[in-house]
T-cell receptor, first 112, second 114 residues
Framework: DAGITQSPRHKVTETGTPVTLRCHQT?????MYWYRQDPGHGLRLIHY???????DKGEVSDGYSVSRSKTEDFLLTLESATSSQTSVYFC???????????FGPGTRLLVL | AQSVSQHNHHVILSEAASLELGCNYS??????LFWYVQYPGQHLQLLLK??????LVKGIKGFEAEFIKSKFSFNLRKPSVQWSDTAEYFC????????????FGTGTRLTIIP
């Protein structure tokens, strides 16, 4: 498995609360991604990063922000969580032959 | 914009049956194609990928996929499924000019009956 960890793995929070999810890699890859997975939608890209302090939006970026101050860490922040952000969040890194993306174990977030 | 269609939302098969899951994509240039598998409660794992060369790609666990450029398709096949193949399968595509974004289909849930 690619060296990707996510924390926390499970979180329950209340509407309006800020939440930060962390993705950590040991592979020194340049590209990192945040996706959310919802039934009937597959995986949808929230934000991605192509280097330290270099990030860009994906298709479902509203309500989310990201930061990457070190190569190994990519943080996803929900400034004020809403129930529609209840989801499973996956981090991915891109590298190796053919620029394949490899996924972390996921964070299950429940917003009450 | 690129898109991926997986028309089979839920497939139910008996053990030893043959499997084919459909994947069609829309993209205006040269593509890289992927199949990922997600076992219950787990993260996505790469099954196989196509970048160039032989359009018939072999992956792990006896899976293979064929890239048919004229049909914009990348169907996943396995000649004889096992109960342990029960999972969700996702097709994905990106452009191979350093395109950073991977677009996923909505997934096909495969249930194998013992």
């Amino acid at each position: 498995d690619a060296g990707i960890t996510q924390s926390p793995r499970h979180k329950v929070t209340e509407t309006g609360t800020p939440v930060t999810l962390r993705c950590h890699q040991t592979e020194n890859h340049r590209y990192m991604y945040w996706y959310r997975q919802d039934p009937g939608h597959g995986l949808r890209l929230i934000h991605y990063s192509y280097g330290v302090k270099d990030t860009d939006k994906g298709e479902v970026s509203d309500g989310y922000s990201v930061s990457r101050s070190k190569t190994e860490d990519f943080l996803l922040t929900l400034e004020s969580a809403t129930s529609s952000q209840t989801s499973v969040y996956f981090c991915a890194i891109r590298g190796g032959v053919g620029e394949t993306q490899y996924f972390g174990p996921g964070t299950r977030l429940l917003v009450l | 914009a690129q898109s991926v269609s997986q028309h089979n939302h839920h497939v139910i098969l008996s053990e030893a049956a043959s499997l084919e899951l459909g994947c069609n994509y829309s993209y205006g240039g040269t593509v890289n194609l992927f199949w990922y598998v997600q076992y219950p409660g787990q993260h996505l794992q790469l099954l196989l990928k196509y970048f160039s060369g032989d359009p018939l790609v072999k992956g792990i666990k006896g899976f293979e996929a064929e890239f048919i450029k004229s049909k914009f398709s990348f169907n996943l096949r396995k000649p004889s499924v096992q109960w342990s193949d029960t999972a969700e399968y996702f097709c994905a595509v990106n452009g191979n000019f350093g395109n950073e974004k991977l677009t996923f289909g909505t997934g096909t849930r495969l249930t194998i009956i013992p």
